[in-house]
């Protein structure tokens, strides 16, 4: 079945003058400045491989996919972009922009529930109405305006400015909005990992009281060491580096036993000639890497035992 504005789209794109270009859907977006020197260094050397998708209005053109192309563009100084331009309200406008990143996986959860959120409130339509529209299920819908209802404001600020990433707010939005403003300044003070900062939550949530959850704000380094040394791969003893080493160690005395346990399988002995060779000369690529590594261990297993 056909979206409404494929049934009504262009048939040719047109060029469209940079300076003519609005970035209407930049409140929607959050648009990391690597991600943005990346598509620049893509378009110098490649040029304009993808299409912008843009609304026309009185206004004149507004950006519905492209925000990282129209922003390289600028930097490398393009006067014209080649665009797909549509004349569709404002509602289909916004149903489109998660049409075109649906694919590429380019829009967060965080970012969906904005557009979902602004369905609701600013143009008043019902939670099963905006599922039709974008296609979804009405439980899609349910839990990205959850996710944005349920995010204290100064959360979803640092959001935006990029001081903490998506999964770091998946971790927050599960405290009370009274939990989430003292948790992100420890994320922030402490630069927490995504997975530290879930540690700590956790623990949070766990708490008997508020004795507790001060403890954990005012400690939270010792508190996700803690946990983290019920990891297997995990000493206390060590500092951080040691347990690097420890870890790296494991993982590849496991990796290489079950390399060594397939190779030696019956059934590596019976695959077809044509798999054999897809998958048994690539191997020819480790020798080296291995002949290196067994060098380093002897040269540090040498200055240990001086």
Known sequence: MEYLWQKIAPMDPIMVKTQ????????????????VRSMELSMRSTGQLQLLILLKNDDGYHIIDGIKRYRSALEIGLEKLQSLVFEVD????????????????????YEQGLIVRSLVHDHGMSQKEVARVLRQSHSWVCRRLSLIERLLPEVQDALRMGSITVSHGRELVKL??????????????????????????EKLLKASGSE???YIYNHSREVIQ???????LHDGRLSDHGNRLLKARELLRLQVNILGG???????????????AMVLPPLDELVAP????????HKTLQSYER
């Open 226 to 232: 803690q946990a983290l040394r019920g990891d297997k």
């Open 176 to 201: 009370p909005c009274g939990n989430q403003g003292h948790a992100l300044a420890v994320v922030i003070s402490e630069g927490l990992t995504s997975r530290e900062c879930a540690i700590m939550v």
């Open 290 to 297: 291995m002949s290196r590594l067994t060098e380093i261990i």
């Open 262 to 276: 397939v190779l030696q399988s019956e059934h590596t002995a019976q695959l077809p000639p044509e798999q054999k």
């Open 20 to 35: 003519e270009i609005r970035e209407w859907s930049n409140e929607f977006r959050l648009i990391q400045p690597e991600a």
């Open 212 to 214: 507790d959850a001060s």
């Open 90 to 109: 404002v509602v289909m406008a916004k149903a489109m922009i998660l049409h075109y990143n649906r694919h590429s996986s380019s829009l967060s959860m």
